[in-house]
């Protein structure tokens, strides 16, 4: 397990995202009875889930500069994701899911953006030992493969659970390569993060090997390739 490396290694970035709310299952600094409520007829694992208190939230405030932010959302991503490992194995281990909530405004930043690249890099991380992380923006509506609309959500967060091997590689259609490991995830106890570089502006380089190719357009044939997987 990397738990320990996570929250003792020091970073330059600490105090970018405040915690305001430890993870509850029925927070007060957010209003997201509602917001749950409807979702459950889009998610056939939502009802049972929280049925057995295992939908939970974890509130924070950013209070830095938006590289800062976003290093710290990867690193609450981390720390969410390596407490979830070893609970997915236990009795109703598969309806776990733990959400990360974004609050507060920062400069030159959406909150659109400040997700963007933790929940790229986390998805590739977790992916192949079976935990998947989702991306949902506060006012924005999304849609289903079929059509359907999908309640907007009231805040920005990152949902971390277990991975659903027979259904959630449907919905990675644009990055095989993480659709495949997905499909036969299995976690050994290997340490993720012995691998991976320390500083965010490193990590963010070392995810960008994931990102599928991208076309130049005639409009802006210089472009670079940046994370914008569906929501899910």
């Known amino acids: 397990m990397t738990r320990s490396r996570t929250i003792a290694a020091p970073r330059l ?10 993870s509850t299952t029925t927070p007060t600094t957010v209003d997201i ?14 009802a049972p889930s ?21 290093a710290e959302l990867f690193h609450a ?9 070893p609970l997915l194995t236990r009795p109703h281990g598969g309806l776990r899911c733990e959400n990360i909530v974004l ?26 030992v079976g935990i998947m992380f989702g991306k949902f923006h506060a006012g924005e509506e999304e849609t ?28 990675l259609t644009a990055t095989p390569g993480l659709a495949a490991a997905l499909a036969v995830a299995e976690d050994d106890g290997r ?22 190719p991208v076309k130049p357009s005639p409009a802006s044939p210089n472009s670079s390739a940046t994370p914008s997987p569906p929501a899910s």
Not at 13 to 22: I, P, Q, S, W
Not at 51 to 66: D, K, S
Not at 77 to 85: D, I, P, S
Not at 152 to 171: E, I, Y
């Open 50 to 70: 929280l049925q057995q208190g295992l939908t939970t939230w974890m509130v924070y405030r950013a209070e830095g500069e938006p590289a800062a932010v976003e």
């Open 103 to 128: 609050l507060g405004d920062v400069p030159r930043a959406r909150h659109r953006d400040l997700l963007a690249w933790p929940h790229w890099v986390l998805r590739n991380l977790y992916g192949p």
């Open 13 to 22: 970035t600490a105090g970018a995202l405040r915690l305001v709310e430890a």
């Open 144 to 171: 289903t493969r079929a059509g359907d609309r999908i309640p907007a959500a009231p805040v920005s967060f990152l949902p971390v659970r277990a991975a659903v091997r027979r259904r959630d590689p449907r919905f």
């Open 77 to 85: 991503g981390v720390q969410a994701a390596e407490w979830l490992r």
């Open 33 to 46: 009875t509602a917001y749950v409520r409807q979702m459950t007829a889009h998610c056939p694992f939502l």
């Open 191 to 212: 340490g993720l993060l012995e691998h991976v570089p320390d500083q965010w502006k490193e990590i963010k380089t070392w995810a960008k090997r994931f990102l599928p």
